[in-house]
């Protein structure tokens, strides 16, 4: 198996064609090469790649480097992207729980449950830029 990981890190991700880059994302998400994939992710956009993938991708990333993360507005782009997609965890919401400042129309959703985790994440967001504004810390 250690080969297939070096085989992994030799490879460059613009030499390879865009629906081979998709699988070998999603290897190195299944082998835990999080950081490798991530910088694959970065380099060449998400584009093909399973939102399942991704989702797992930036979950175990948050899930692992939480207390140094800060935030990547590319992450966050990335993040809205899969929450629109109806994908998401734990992990990936309270990022976006403490990053995400945009449109309230991104927290529109089918399941009740979901509306109302969002729109409170919203909301919290909301009142943060608020109370921010009315010190003239902006």
Not at 24 to 41: P, T
Request: net charge positive; glycine share 4%; charged share 30%.
């Amino acid at each position: 198996m250690w080969e297939l990981d070096e085989y992994l890190l030799s490879l460059n991700p613009e030499q390879i064609a865009e629906d081979d880059r998709k699988e070998v994302v999603r290897i190195m998400v299944l082998r835990g090469m999080y950081k490798e994939a991530y910088e694959w992710v970065r380099c060449t956009g998400p584009y093909r790649i399973d939102v399942k993938t991704l989702v797992r991708l930036f979950s175990r990333l948050l899930a692992q480097h939480e207390a140094e993360m800060e935030e990547d507005a590319f992450m966050t782009g990335i993040l809205q992207y899969v929450v629109k997609k109806r994908k998401y965890d734990e992990q990936i919401l309270k990022y976006l729980n403490r990053y995400y400042n945009g449109s309230k129309s991104f927290c529109r959703c089918s399941s009740p449950i979901r509306v109302i985790f969002l729109r409170s994440i919203c909301c919290r967001i909301r009142r943060f830029w608020n109370i921010v504004r009315s010190r003239g810390d902006v």
